[in-house]
Every structure is written in C-alpha cells, then in structure tokens.
C-alpha cells in the first residue's frame, strides 16, 4: 500500500481527511519502472494516475520535444483521468522510477460515490491544470510576439 505520507505532499489530496486520504491510498499499487522505460504514451487509450516516489522523467511530445523533467511528489495522468481521452504526451524514466499507480476507474468510482471528497480532488486537478494552461498560453502569446516582431522587421 502506498505510504500516506508520500500521498500527502501532493496538490491532489489537499482538503481532505486522513481517512480519505486512506480511501485513495488503498487503491494504489506500487511499480518499479527501469531507466528508458515510457511510463505514459502519448495516444495511448489508459488513464490511470502515476504518483511519482523515487526518480526522474523527461515529459515529451508525441514527436520526442521536451516539455519539462519531473520527480518525486509528481502526479502525472490528471488529464486522462479526468476526460478518459488518449494521453496527451510521452513520459520516459532518465533513471530507476518508484510510483504509486491509482486506476483511474477505481478512483473515479470512488470519487463518485463520496461526492463531497470527489469535488475536493477534482477542484486540485482543476487548480493545476488551470495553472498549467495559464502558462502555456503565456509561451504562446510569446512566442507570437516573437514571431510577428520578426516578420514586421521583414517587411
């Protein structure tokens, strides 16, 4: 079972109860991934949440560009769990990676059947992704700038 302490240093669980937390916990199974292993395809059609323990990932897109390194405390999977949509990026181990593996059917279910914790978990996932995309909307708007700043320079 995964360690409630490990658990609770993460955005998502924040708001809730040790018992709740205890609920989720309980779901997990522990995994062990190698180095150069790919933890999340993308347009792969899973949806399970990975809870990162030990260890480092390079997040990649579909074409192999890195978009950011994660490590321990990471939960990487919040948006398949939330649309059960096909994976949007690829997520390779740099080295060994221990996670936490949380079916996304299970969870759903639970969150489902304790709606009161269920809106607490899905309020975090919304903060982040929400900061997630307030920030990529600030590299776009940039790179724009960027891009318009050259081409008027052109002409």
């Known amino acids: 079972m995964l360690d409630l302490a490990a658990l609770k240093k993460t955005y998502l669980v924040v708001g809730l109860s040790d018992a709740q937390i205890e609920e989720i916990a309980s779901l997990a199974t522990m995994k062990r991934f190698l180095p150069q292993e790919t933890l999340i395809r ?50 390779v181990c740099t ?11 299970e969870l759903r279910a639970k969150m489902n059947a304790n709606r009161e914790w269920g ?29 318009t700043d050259t081409w008027d320079n052109a002409l």
């Open 42 to 91: 993308s347009g792969e059609q899973s949806s399970d949440l990975y809870l990162i323990l030990e260890g480092r990932l390079n997040v990649l897109t579909s074409d192999g560009q890195k978009l950011s390194e994660v490590g321990p405390g990471s939960i990487l999977g919040e948006i398949a769990l939330i649309d059960a949509r096909p994976r949007t990026a690829n997520v």
């Open 95 to 105: 080295g060994l990676v221990d996670a936490a593996v949380i079916p996304a059917k």
């Open 119 to 147: 809106f607490v978990v899905l309020a975090n996932l919304s903060r982040v992704l929400a900061g997630r995309l307030r920030v990529a909307n600030d590299k776009i708007d940039e790179l724009y700038d960027k891009t």
